[in-house]
């Protein structure tokens, strides 16, 4: 979208300020990649200001050429209150019944099944989890082209693993889950990491991109790949009730500190003032 703006405005004899918010990182490979290396390039040099929702991504936009490249992290949409694990009006019972975690520990992951979202890393993590006496159930909430090869793998080597399918009820699956997991290769400003925090559920993530400045120290924090190190953590935050409860308060606080929906739409209608308002003559 960014690149047919690009292409939209070069005719123009008057210049229109052009403001482009990244997001995430394109996730590709190969030829994909570098096509899309070479569209973001184009587009960042013609930009008036970048608005990256993350330091990583404001960095990658200076360096990729950006004259202006801005921190604008993006607020997580719909009302919201702090909800508690065992709060009855969030019919937590039933939906662990209805995913099969009675009487055993329920981590949850969210995001689409694509190679990006490091769910191999999290199978390979699953296997160890067999030992444990309940054995946890993984439930990741998701569709995408690996599905197959997941159950497949899932089916093959007996992992106390569920596919789930997309989900319009993430809120809930969260206020019944013991942990929540974000196993990604690359992650922004993770909605999973956000909704986490805010749900008060303990979060295991990978230690990449925007995560560390998103959660700070409200959450373990796993090299990505180290399917040992995931499967480490989640074990010790199983047995230690304490430190759950310390990540869930730490969580309450972080959330906190993030911006609004009102001052994201600030910061933005701000940037748009200071483009649009005419300038004084020298």
């Known amino acids: 979208a960014s690149f047919r703006t690009v292409l939209a405005l070069g005719g123009r004899r008057v210049r229109t300020p052009l403001v482009v918010t990244w997001h ?3 996730h ?8 899309l290396r070479v569209l973001e390039r184009r587009v960042v040099k013609a930009a008036t200001v970048v608005l990256g929702t993350t ?7 200076r360096l990729t050429g950006a004259r202006d490249a801005r921190l604008a992290a993006v607020a997580l949409p719909g009302p919201r209150r702090p909800l ?7 019919l937590r019972p039933k939906v662990r019944a209805e995913l099969g975690a009675i009487g055993r520990p329920l981590l949850i992951a969210v995001g689409s099944l694509e190679r990006h979202r490091g769910y191999d890393v999290l199978l390979d993590a699953a296997r160890a989890w067999r030992r444990l006496d309940p054995v946890p159930l993984v ?31 993430v809120t809930d699956l969260l ?16 909605v999973l990491a956000q909704e986490a925090l805010h749900a008060r559920v303990p979060l295991v993530a990978t230690n990449v991109g925007g995560i560390p400045e998103l959660v700070g120290d409200a959450a373990e924090l796993v090299p990505y790949g180290d399917a040992k190190a995931l499967a480490e953590s989640v074990v010790r935050l199983l047995g230690d009730r ?14 906190a500190s993030w911006p609004t929906e009102d001052e994201t739409v600030a910061q933005v209608l701000s940037v748009y003032d200071e483009l649009t308002q005419p300038r004084p003559l020298p």
């Open 24 to 26: 995430d990182r394109a």
């Open 28 to 35: 590709a490979d190969g030829a994909r990649a570098h096509m």
């Open 242 to 255: 304490a430190r759950r409860d310390t990540l869930t308060a730490k969580g309450a606080r972080q959330a």
């Open 84 to 90: 508690e694990p065992d709060d009855p009006d969030r």
């Open 175 to 190: 206020a019944a889950a013991d942990l929540a997991l974000l196993p990604s290769r690359w992650e922004a400003r993770s």
């Open 55 to 61: 330091s990583p991504l404001v960095d990658r936009a």
């Open 139 to 169: 439930v990741i909430a998701g569709e995408g082209p690996l599905r197959g090869e997941l159950q497949g793998r899932i089916e093959e080597e007996g992992l106390p693993v569920r596919l789930i399918g997309r989900r319009d009820d």
